[in-house]
Structures are given as structure tokens and as C-alpha cells.
């Protein structure tokens, strides 16, 4: 990672000519065709796909010791379900019966945890240990609701009306649906029904209830309860009828400065409330398509989207923690994220530079690269290259200090708030008139 000047090393749209990168080269595309064989093998392992899993390995045997972000090997996700021909094939090729993920535990004590009983003298014969640490995903009791006792915001899912709802987003664990609660519109984040007895799921979700319930802010998104005791588990929300923030930059293109601060602005606000010493929350995944717009009007933002959030009691204001690597959206992670180093909350205002390039860009950072392959970029040291007429010299200083290489140079977002303020009042007229009609 470079320790200069982020201008001088920014990267240029290499087809016009501007200083940056070379094409990605060969070398970059055997790394994306490694993190693309990861995901199979690990795809394939959780599929029961022993042939799969097997030719995999046969084309390059070193995808044996590959791992998802949770540190969690094709062993560990074999033993949890109990796949015996899947783990006979791993074990063959020379997997570690006693690597150990992110709770550092073992393919053994999952395969404890999930009372696989041949998996587990299966891995005893081939030497493996059972051990991990408190706060696994596999507990020997059954998974609880997010706090001890019933809680006045347990919905009971008769409440909730689905006869005309509609899916405004999806991911991985499950799908967020327009719905009616009580004749009002609400947002709900529905977790799959076939992942509903996942305890990795499960502790995830009851992760986001227990920090949405903390919250209280005009820029963040309303907590309005939970459906805890009965399945599919669901988590409630308001509902925000301007959709997101990526979908009106794409519909928009770049904005007037003056709009642009205004919405940073809304973002800093519920940002600052999050990083409040010393229960900070860092977001870990703030993108355009986590920042919502209350209306149509576009005049009121939200931060939403906690479900890769971290609540940490900080001990000393300076103290940075040994978290998961890689996680939340390649194109907007800071660099120590991408290179799995020891961060703080200051990865939210790398993210939050990066949104306040597209806002005023019209397009996303690294727009002509892949997300992986932009990180990668960011990563050694080069940054986007600043070609908006709306980037004054204060929104590209500020930009500028926001996604510095060096975490410590970053300012929190109380300064952002203070320099957006003052930014904004130094603006020229016929920005602000012309953010009038871009609004």
C-alpha cells in the first residue's frame, strides 16, 4: 500500500489515456479464477457434490486448504452436514482435521455441535480434536430468541400482511418485501425457510435484532420489531418509499455539490451517531445501496442495513481490532479490510469517501473495473481520479484525507460533519440553485 500522496497515484480511465494501471493482466485473472474456484469448492462441498469436489481438487489440489470469510474450510462445512464421501475425498487430498475458523472451531466439534455421529468418528480416526471457543455457531442448547425474555417488539407474524407485497431486495439468506403491519407499509428481511435451522444464520440474525434495538436516529433506519419464536424468523423495518441511494445515482447521474452534501451530510449524521464512543458500532458495509432515501423528494437520508455491523466496547479511542477480512462491498472496502490487517471504525469513512466520489461523479469508483479487481487497486495504493466540475478544492481535500492509505490520517465523521457544514456555506450560488432542480 502506498504511504503518499493518494492524488498523485490515483488511477485514470485507461482508455483515455489518464495515468493508471495496466489492463488487468493474466496474473489478475488467474487470481479472480482462484477466489471464483473458492466459492465452488466450497459451493460444492456444502451440495454434497463429491464428484465436484473431487475434480476440483484433481485440476489444483492446494483448493483443499481454501476458506470462506469465516475462515471455514470445505471440512468444516462437510462435517457439519454430515457428508461422509465429501470429507473421505477432502481428507485424501490432504485437508487439516483440525483447522480451525473464525470461533476456532474445529470440523470435529461442528460435526459434535450437529450430532453427525459417523462424522465424528470418521474425523477421530483421522486424528481430530474437538475444540473451539464460546460464541460458535454451534451450541450444544437450542439457538435463543435475541434477548432472554419476550420483548415488546415480538410481532406476531399473523400481524404482518404479505397479500400485496412486493420484493424490493434479496441476498443471500433470504429476500426484503414491501409488507402491510397494523394498515402500515414496513420492510421485511425474511430469512429462507430452508435456512431457518442454520445456527450460523440464526446467530447472524439475532446479531442485527439485538444492535437495531440500540438504535435511535433520525438517519437511521426505524427498528420496528421482530419475528423471533416462530419461522421464517423476520426482522421489520420502516419503510422508505425513495428506494436507495444507488438506484437514484443511476437514475440521476452525477449531482449539483450542493445536493451531494446535503445527502453526505444526512450520512454523517447517522454515522457519527454509530461511531459514539464507547459502544461504537462499525457498519462495515456502507454503499450507496445501504443508504435510503426517506421519499421521493430525495430530501432525507437513512443508514440501514446492519447485518455485517460490529458493536465494540472501546477500551482506548486509539484501539483497533482483529476482524474479519474482506468483508462487506469490494468497490467501496477499505484497504486493510481487503488485505485481512487489524482496522477500526475508520473503514467507514474510507467507505463514506468512496460514496461522496460517486455522488459527485455520477458513477461508481473504479467504474471500469470489477469490484474484486478495484479493491485489489485500492489496495496498492491508487485511488479514483477526480474529474467532476462539482469537486471543489475542500470536497477534494476532504475526499482526499477521507481514503488515505494510512487509517490514522483519516478524519472521524464529527470532523466530516463540521467541514461539510462549513463547505456548505462557502458554496458558489448557482450551485445551490442549480441543486434545486437536481434534487
Known amino acids: 500500500m502506498s504511504s503518499g500522496n493518494s492524488s498523485s497515484s490515483s488511477v485514470g480511465d485507461v482508455a483515455s489515456g489518464e495515468r493508471g494501471p495496466p489492463p488487468p493482466s493474466s496474473v489478475k485473472q488467474k487470481e479472480k479464477a482462484r477466489v471464483s474456484r473458492t466459492s465452488m469448492i466450497l459451493w460444492h462441498a456444502h451440495q454434497n457434490d463429491a464428484a465436484a469436489v473431487r475434480k476440483l481438487l484433481e485440476e489444483d489440489p492446494s483448493l483443499v486448504h481454501a476458506r470462506d470469510y469465516d475462515s471455514r474450510t470445505s471440512l468444516h462445512v462437510a462435517s457439519l452436514h454430515g457428508w461422509i464421501d465429501v470429507a473421505m475425498c477432502l481428507i485424501e487430498f490432504g485437508a487439516d482435521v483440525n483447522a480451525q475458523d473464525r470461533w476456532k472451531n474445529t470440523p470435529l466439534a461442528d460435526a459434535e455441535g450437529a450430532k453427525k455421529h459417523a462424522m465424528i468418528e470418521l474425523l477421530k480416526s483421522y486424528g481430530g480434536l474437538s475444540y473451539g471457543q464460546n460464541g460458535s455457531h454451534f451450541e450444544p442448547k437450542p439457538v435463543p430468541p435475541p434477548l432472554p425474555n419476550k420483548c415488546d417488539w415480538e410481532i406476531d407474524p399473523s400481524e404482518l400482511d404479505f397479500s400485496n407485497s412486493a420484493i424490493i431486495g434479496k441476498g443471500s439468506f433470504g429476500e426484503i418485501l414491501k409488507a402491510y403491519w397494523r394498515g402500515t407499509p414496513v420492510a421485511v428481511k425474511r430469512i429462507l425457510p430452508s435456512l431457518s435451522d442454520d445456527r450460523l444464520v440464526i446467530q447472524d440474525f439475532r446479531h442485527e435484532v439485538n444492535l437495531l434495538v440500540k438504535l435511535r436516529h433520525p438517519n437511521i433506519v426505524q427498528f420496528l420489531g421482530a419475528v423471533t419464536e ?70 432525507h437520508l437513512k443508514v440501514g442495513d446492519f447485518g455485517l455491523s460490529k458493536l465494540i466496547k472501546v477500551q482506548n479511542s486509539h484501539d483497533v481490532y482483529k476482524m474479519t477480512g474482506e468483508t462487506g462491498s469490494y468497490r467501496y472496502m477499505a484497504p486493510e479490510v481487503f488485505k485481512h490487517r487489524k482496522y477500526d471504525k475508520k473503514v467507514d469513512v474510507f467507505s463514506f469517501a468512496m460514496i461522496l466520489y460517486e455522488m459527485l461523479e455520477g458513477e461508481p469508483p473504479l467504474a471500469n473495473y470489477e469490484p474484486y479487481e478495484a479493491a485489489k487497486i485500492v489496495a496498492e495504493g491508487h485511488r479514483p481520479t477526480f474529474r467532476a466540475k462539482g469537486f471543489t478544492p475542500e470536497l477534494r481535500e476532504l475526499t482526499d484525507q477521507c481514503w488515505a492509505p494510512d487509517m490514522n490520517r483519516r478524519p472521524s465523521f464529527l470532523d466530516i460533519l463540521k467541514r461539510l457544514e462549513k463547505i456548505k456555506e462557502i458554496l458558489p450560488a448557482d450551485h445551490s440553485i442549480r441543486s434545486i432542480f437536481n434534487a
Open 230 to 299: 416462530k419461522k421464517p424468523l423476520m426482522l421489520i423495518t420502516e419503510y422508505l418509499r425513495g428506494g436507495d441511494l444507488h438506484q437514484y445515482l443511476k437514475e440521476k447521474g452525477a449531482l449539483s455539490p450542493s445536493t451531494a452534501i446535503n445527502f453526505a451530510l444526512d450520512i454523517a449524521r447517522g454515522m457519527t451517531y454509530l461511531h459514539n464512543e464507547p459502544n461504537v458500532i462499525i457498519h462495515r458495509d456502507l454503499k450507496p445501496r445501504n443508504v435510503l432515501l426517506v421519499n421521493s423528494n430525495a430530501d
